[in-house]
């Protein structure tokens, strides 16, 4: 999922100070860099339609507060990086820890777990 | 119809593509059998050959290049090579013929091949800038990236200046030793900008049939990964240490995907990857040595195919639809 800048700036305001609705961040992102009030409107329905961001209406105007928790967001995140190269490599500008190793089985896990036992005995056997 | 040095120019591209798809067709052929053959010989070895067998085809094109174009150009000193292959319009170029729709479809080719991974690689740069800009993280004295996530991966990302991820989730259940077997695997990644390698090596195996194509990624990528766990084993001394570690992430893995998701990579060669690695650790490099001189004969043989192919292809078409 792409997000502009000014998106991530919106997001990271929304986790910190809680839902608010397009005035209350547009008070806040005027201080700070500018902008109008339908550019934070716009973001914040951009952030919404991505599904980053819920709302509901209060009185007139739409009440945003984030769909996800930072460390949600930041897990589907790196599952997202990561799941670009756990099937085959697919992803060439990573190289992963443990790549590729979902896609074992319990059986085959623990048959992997004997061998390594074996091998772990075998010194001494001699 | 284009003459002189543009003409020699269309030319020279439209003998390199003939010999370059001549090449991929045959090698991707011998790839399909031949590519277990290539366990019998260490990571490293490997790791080289793979490169060799996705590099082949454009050096082989060049060969043809100079094969076919030198004996029009030095007519006098070259007859002897004129004599058996020759591309007779050397400095004529004309589009509407089979050359110039090679020409077209290569270009489309290639075109599309290169925005497809362009595309790709700026979405994992905009992921991976991202994370940057949201994970809270610490990092190690090895610049080490630490994120505070429960979630347990460990992975290297960037392609000119690599940098190493590891979430707290994955080190608070490893015990210390794993952990620095981890830190040692993915600093292996960095220090050998693995990303750019695998990067790079995905774009020339991007012009082999799709299937071949995976294959050669797979076997690559199992060759950087035996030569990082090999690399944390020098370090740490304890091959059964690098294999439970190893083991012990993919248990972790296994236990925080989703079983929809197992079932949808559980294919031959992923399963394989884990065993491969771990046997690898185990039982030791194989001993095979280089292949030189198998190598030599074998890319001379490549080289004389391959311009002859393109001289037949050549004349074939000439004689047949006259251009």
Known sequence: MQ??????????????????????????????????????????DRLFKKGILAR????????????????????????????????GGKNPLLAAFASMSSSLDREQLDELERLIEKSRAEPHKE | MIYNALGLTLNVITIGITSLWVAIVLISVLTSFGLRYFNSFNAGIRARLLWLVVILPWGVAVASIFLLIGPEIFQ???????????????????????????????????????????????????RLSQLQYFSVSEELNDGI????????????????YPRVYITKGLRDVLSEDSFTVVRQHETAHRLRRDPLRKYAFSLLALFFPKSIG??????????????????????????????????????????????????????????????????????????MPFPLAKLLVFIVAMISVCTLSVDFIHHSMERLFSH
Not at chain 1, 67 to 87: E, K, P, W
Not at chain 2, 145 to 160: C, R, V
Not at chain 2, 222 to 231: H, K, M, R, T, V
């Open chain 2, 145 to 160: 990236q630490l994120i505070d996530i429960e979630s347990p991966q460990a992975f290297t990302a960037g392609l000119f």
């Open chain 2, 76 to 126: 006098y000193r070259l007859d002897w090579l004129r004599s058996i292959v020759h591309w007779h319009h050397a400095y004529t170029f004309q589009i509407a013929s089979w050359h110039g729709v090679l020409l077209m479809t290569f270009s489309g080719t290639f075109l599309a091949v290169s925005i497809t991974k362009f595309t790709a690689a700026l979405k994992t740069s905009s």
């Open chain 2, 214 to 287: 995976t294959k050669l990624n797979q076997a690559f990528s199992l060759s950087l990964e035996q030569l990082a766990d090999q690399y944390a084993l020098k370090l740490v001394g304890d091959k059964t240490l690098v294999s439970k570690t190893i083991l012990n992430v993919a248990r972790l893995n296994t236990r925080h995907n989703s079983s929809t998701k197992l079932s949808n990579v559980a294919c031959g060669f992923t399963s394989n990857s884990l065993q491969l690695r771990i046997r690898y650790l185990l039982d030791g490099d194989p001993v």
């Open chain 1, 56 to 87: 509901e209406k209060q009185s007139h105007a739409y009440q945003y507060r984030c769909a996800v928790n930072r460390d949600q967001f930041i897990g589907r995140l790196i599952n997202d990086i990561t799941d670009d190269f756990s099937i």
């Open chain 1, 3 to 44: 997000l502009g800048e000014l998106e991530k700036m919106v997001l990271e305001y929304l986790w910190d100070q809680g839902p608010a609705d397009a005035k209350r961040v547009h008070t806040h992102f005027e201080k700070l860099r500018g902008g109008s009030l339908n550019t934070i409107q716009s973001t914040l």
